[in-house]
């Protein structure tokens, strides 16, 4: 895609501003523990950059920033009420700004805690997304993608469902899906190519061949965008429950 054409999608979301001063960059390092929490709902708001979010914390959360915009440092809160917490990590305002990446560093590393259920949204600007959840506790998710390369692996062990609502957007967004848990995935709006290896179509739906015969499954909703949705099946057992 050209530069114009990026900057008029930026216009046209509203989130196209004058280009920020760079510096050096800085490299910022945060732990957040659970606190008491039995459940957490976790926010993540990314404008531009690259996230790589996946488990493996023993706090709540570990994560590792680096940005060479100092308006942009990010910004962490985490509160608890009644055992339910709520983390949100974020860019500092909505907007974007008029660099591109190699201009721009803006890295996002996060690291989750596997052993406590979780709620996750993200939110995503222009930039790429790595987004694993194997082994996290993940009941509901959601993601609004933007302007950029993205990949989420839902494989892996589930010992509860899983609610999945995912908004495509300009660009190439892989789905990594379990092949012996029960996968339904429904399509809404006007979708671009769609690739779904490994999944049988069924009405307005793809389905693995485990659908409806696991203890656990993934119910996920997958919404118009411009591009390509590539869905696979992974080998790898995820241990569901049958």
């Known amino acids: 895609m050209t530069r114009p054409?990026?900057?008029l999608v930026l216009v046209l979301a509203g989130c196209y501003v004058p280009s920020p001063k760079r510096g050096n960059t800085e490299?910022?390092?945060q732990t957040f523990g659970l606190a008491g929490a039995e459940s957490v709902s976790v926010s993540i708001t990314?404008?531009?950059g690259k996230l790589r979010l996946a488990?493996?914390?023993d706090s709540l959360l570990d994560a590792r920033f680096e940005y060479n915009i100092?308006?942009?440092k990010p910004t962490v809160t985490y509160d608890v009420a009644d055992g339910r917490g709520r983390l949100v990590v974020e860019q500092p305002s909505r907007v974007v700004g008029a660099i591109w990446p190699g201009n721009v560093r803006y890295d996002w590393d996060l690291k989750l805690n596997p052993g406590v259920p979780l709620e996750l949204e993200v939110n995503m600007g222009v930039g790429k997304s790595e987004v694993d959840l194997r082994g996290l506790d993940v009941r509901r998710f959601s993601l609004a993608a933007g302007v950029g390369e993205g990949r989420i692996d839902l494989s892996g062990p589930r010992t509860s469902d899983l609610d999945a609502s995912i908004k495509a957007g300009v660009g190439k967004l892989t789905l990594i899906l379990p092949a012996d848990i029960g996968v339904r995935v429904k399509a809404q709006g006007?979708?671009?190519h769609v690739n779904a290896q490994g999944l049988a179509a069924q009405d307005d739906?793809?389905?693995n061949k485990s659908w409806g015969r696991t203890g656990t499954s993934l119910r996920i909703e997958v919404q118009g965008g411009i591009g390509e949705v590539d869905m696979r099946l992974t080998d790898e057992p995820a241990g569901?429950?049958?």
């Open 46 to 48: 990314l404008g531009v």
């Open 205 to 207: 739906a793809w389905v």
């Open 5 to 7: 054409i990026w900057l």
């Open 55 to 57: 488990g493996g914390a």
């Open 70 to 72: 100092p308006d942009w």
């Open 27 to 29: 490299s910022l390092q």
């Open 190 to 192: 006007g979708l671009g």
């Open 240 to 242: 569901g429950s049958i």
